[in-house]
C-alpha cells in the first residue's frame, strides 16, 4: 500500500490545520489508518489510529485528547488529521501509517511496529 500525505505547513500556536493522507489498494475500509510524529532529537510517536471497520474505537495519544481527531473518507480512501488548538510541542513531522494486515489487539496498535505501510511525512510548524 502507498500511502501520500500532505497538508503540512506553519501555523501559529492556538491555530488549526488538516493533514490529509491518500492510500492505494482496493480494501481502504480493511486497514487501520493512523498517524505518528517525531519531533526534531526525538524518537517517533504515536498520535492517533482510526480502526478498520469493525476494528474498534480510536485510540489517542494523551497529549492530543481534545484537539485532534482523525476521520476517514473510505470511498476515497483517504483519512485526514484535523489538528486544532495546536501548541509549538506539537511541531514534528507527520507520518500517515496503516496496517493492511490481519487484526491484532488494541494495546499493540500505538507501536510502530503494528504498522506495514508508510507514507513519507510532511512538516508541521507550530510558532509560538
Known amino acids: 500500500v502507498q500511502l501520500q500525505a500532505s497538508g503540512g505547513g506553519l501555523v501559529q500556536a492556538g491555530g488549526s490545520l488538516r493533514l490529509s493522507c491518500a492510500a492505494s489498494?482496493?480494501?481502504?475500509?480493511?486497514?487501520?489508518m493512523g498517524w505518528f510524529r517525531q519531533a526534531p532529537g526525538k524518537e517517533r510517536e504515536f498520535v492517533i489510529v482510526?480502526?478498520?471497520?469493525?476494528?474498534?474505537?480510536?485510540l489517542y495519544a494523551d497529549s492530543v485528547k481534545g484537539r485532534f481527531t482523525i476521520s476517514r473518507d473510505n470511498a476515497k480512501n483517504t483519512v485526514y488529521l484535523q489538528m486544532n488548538s495546536l501548541k509549538p510541542e506539537d511541531t514534528a513531522v507527520y507520518y500517515c501509517?496503516?496496517?493492511?494486515?490481519?487484526?491484532?489487539?488494541?494495546?499493540?496498535?500505538?507501536?510502530?511496529?503494528?504498522?506495514?505501510?508508510w507514507g513519507q511525512g510532511t512538516q508541521v510548524t507550530v510558532s509560538s
Open positions: 489498494g482496493r480494501t481502504f475500509s480493511n486497514y487501520d
Open positions: 501509517t496503516a496496517r493492511t494486515g490481519g487484526r491484532i489487539i488494541t494495546g499493540v496498535m500505538k507501536e510502530e511496529m503494528a504498522y506495514d505501510s
Open positions: 482510526s480502526r478498520r471497520t469493525g476494528g474498534g474505537a480510536t
